[in-house]
């Protein structure tokens, strides 16, 4: 069999991301009231191990990804580039194929794109995206995810977005090719989305729209998202901060979308700059739903990635 890398959200496919969906919600709601370190009843990653090398920090991430494997029966370990070879030079390749020969699955969060595609082409057991300045595919399987949860049907659903084009919005333009939802786009100038992510999307034939006029982007929207402005690691930020002010989600855009739109925030927020308080707060934010919905995302991945799913 070949080895099943999830690297980003096409190398499932829009059938297989349905499926995990679908999975993920079962186990959701079989698992209701029970303690969060107990093991799904049928335990299919009874024995498996999966390796986490985080080079970014992370808090989402890093326990939904442990939480996961626990529910699933499984476990995992921790590397970071601080306390592993990584750190002092390391190849990726040797380090891919090491961890092929102590784990079972690999989960990199990483800068560069190409650090975890060299992972997935000398690692012999499964690579996921936790993700990289490329994209976040994980991510968003938990915002389809709560979305569901939240009654939207994916088809024809209108996400739209406010602030920096970034991996997130990447990897939301990717879902819409495969779910087949319309994103509308605003941000300033300078800060669009990669054209690639957008060719994609309409190639599918969503509808993408990109704007400079964040309240027309909000009117009539199913879902609203954003992200911080600033990501980690970059620098010179004061004059990214400056073109972002108009985009900031709060009370007045919010009430441009639909009635019953919902909220969404990959977290961490940094609440007056992209959301305020109001928002952030407020009976349509969803995104400590989103939050928790990282680990029944997470363990559909895993499933996946082993061949136990799609």
């Known amino acids: 069999m070949t080895t099943r890398h999830f690297l980003d959200l096409s190398d499932a496919g829009g059938d297989t991301i349905a499926a995990m969906l679908s999975d993920a919600l079962d186990r959701k709601t079989a698992r209701k009231s029970w303690p969060k370190g107990k093991a799904d009843s049928d335990a299919p990653l009874a024995g498996r191990v999966l390796a986490m090398v985080f080079e970014k920090n992370s808090t989402r991430t890093r326990v939904s990804f442990d939480m996961a494997m626990r529910q699933l029966g499984g476990s995992a370990l ?20 090491v961890l092929s020969r102590m784990a079972d699955a690999i989960m990199v969060r990483t800068d ?29 399987v938990a915002d389809l995810l709560t979305a569901i949860e939240h009654r939207k049907a994916l088809p024809g659903l209108e996400v739209a977005w406010f602030g920096d084009g970034n991996n997130v919005l990447h990897s939301i333009l990717e879902a819409a090719a495969l779910m087949k939802f319309n994103v509308r ?7 669009e989305p990669e054209e690639e992510f957008i060719e994609m999307a309409r190639a599918a034939g969503c509808t993408v729209t990109l704007t400079q006029d964040a309240g027309a982007a909000a009117a009539g929207a199913d879902v609203i998202v954003t992200d911080t402005w600033v990501s980690m690691g970059q620098a010179d930020t004061s004059e990214k901060l400056a073109a972002m002010q108009q985009y900031r989600v709060d009370t007045a855009l919010m009430a441009r979308a639909k009635s019953d739109a919902i909220f969404l925030h990959c977290l961490p927020a940094h609440v007056g700059d992209e959301v305020s308080e109001e928002v952030f707060e407020g009976s349509q934010s969803v995104v400590f739903d989103e939050a928790e919905n990282r680990i029944h995302a997470q363990k559909s991945v895993l499933l996946w990635c082993f061949g136990l799913l799609g």
């Open 185 to 191: 786009v605003a941000t300033p100038a300078g800060y």
């Open 78 to 97: 921790i590397l970071d580039a601080g306390t592993s070879q990584l750190g002092r030079g390391e190849s990726i390749a040797d380090t891919a194929r």
């Open 112 to 140: 560069d794109h190409a650090k975890i595609e060299e992972m997935a082409r000398h690692a012999t057991v499964p690579v996921i995206n936790g993700l990289t300045d490329r994209s976040h595919p994980c991510q968003i």
